[in-house]
Nanobody, 121 residues
């Protein structure tokens, strides 16, 4: 059973930074593509990035490219998301998810419970 637990959310002023963490269990993390997704109230989920297990390559959505950086530690089954230059429009609940774009956008059961990020002055 896929289990993902996010942490690190909070409130930050525009231009600030946050670092989110995700701890994975229930599957072979080192072999899994992993993504971050966010959802703002009243809006559809928004895919942010996928880090690919085989290549180590990461693809970012244009909305976060250059501001967000993902890292993973396969020895600890963890993935982190460093978020810099945060904007009010980044306010959302952030989820780590197992799989790449197509899979995570169709399998809500592959998401964690999420962590809230609020960017406000």
């Amino acid at each position: 059973q896929v289990q993902l637990v996010e942490s690190g959310g909070g409130m930050v002023q525009p231009g600030g930074s946050l670092r989110l963490s995700c701890v994975a269990s229930g599957f072979t993390f080192s072999g899994a593509d992993m993504s971050w997704v966010r959802q703002a109230p009243g809006k559809e989920p928004e895919w942010l990035l996928t880090t690919y297990a085989n290549s180590g390559h990461t693809v970012y959505d244009f909305s976060v490219r250059g501001r967000f950086t993902v890292s993973r530690d396969n020895s600890k089954n963890t993935m982190s998301l460093q978020m810099n230059s945060l904007k009010p429009e980044d306010t959302a609940r952030y989820y780590c998810a197992r799989g790449a774009f197509k899979e995570v956008m169709s399998r809500r059961d592959y998401w964690g419970q999420g962590t809230q990020v609020t960017v406000s002055s």
